[in-house]
């Protein structure tokens, strides 16, 4: 049974710092792309950081670039979301989710295969 298990939402000032982690069980994670896609009230999911299943390339959205990293640690079967200098529109459901590498298109596009339930980040003062 796969499972993706996001933590270290809460809430932030703006301009703080977040890092999420989501950790993979059930599934050869070393095989996997994995992705960081948030929901906002009203809007649709989108995608924020991608990183290829090597960790030898990411990709981030605009909205996200040069704040947010994305990192991942496959002996411990993890993926991390490094979240800097926060803006209250970053206020969202962060989603995990894991994409097998074997699937044809970007590593970064949909679909992916497997998800988390989320985690809630807050951008308020």
């Known amino acids: 049974q796969v499972q993706l298990v996001e933590s270290g939402g809460g809430l932030v000032q703006p301009g703080g710092s977040l890092t999420l982690s989501c950790f993979a069980s059930g599934l050869p994670f070393s095989r996997y792309h994995m992705g960081w896609f948030r929901r906002a009230p009203g809007n649709e999911r989108e995608v924020v950081a991608a990183?290829?299943?090597?960790?030898?390339?990411?990709y981030y959205s605009d909205s996200v670039k040069a704040r947010f990293t994305i990192f991942r640690a496959n002996a411990k079967k993890t993926v991390y979301l490094q979240m800097n200098n926060l803006k209250p529109e970053d206020t969202a459901v962060y989603y995990c989710a894991a994409r097998d590498n074997k699937r044809s298109g970007s590593y970064f596009s949909m679909p992916y295969d497997y998800w988390g339930q989320g985690t809630q980040v807050t951008v308020s003062s």
């Open positions: 990183i290829y299943y090597t960790g030898g390339s990411t």
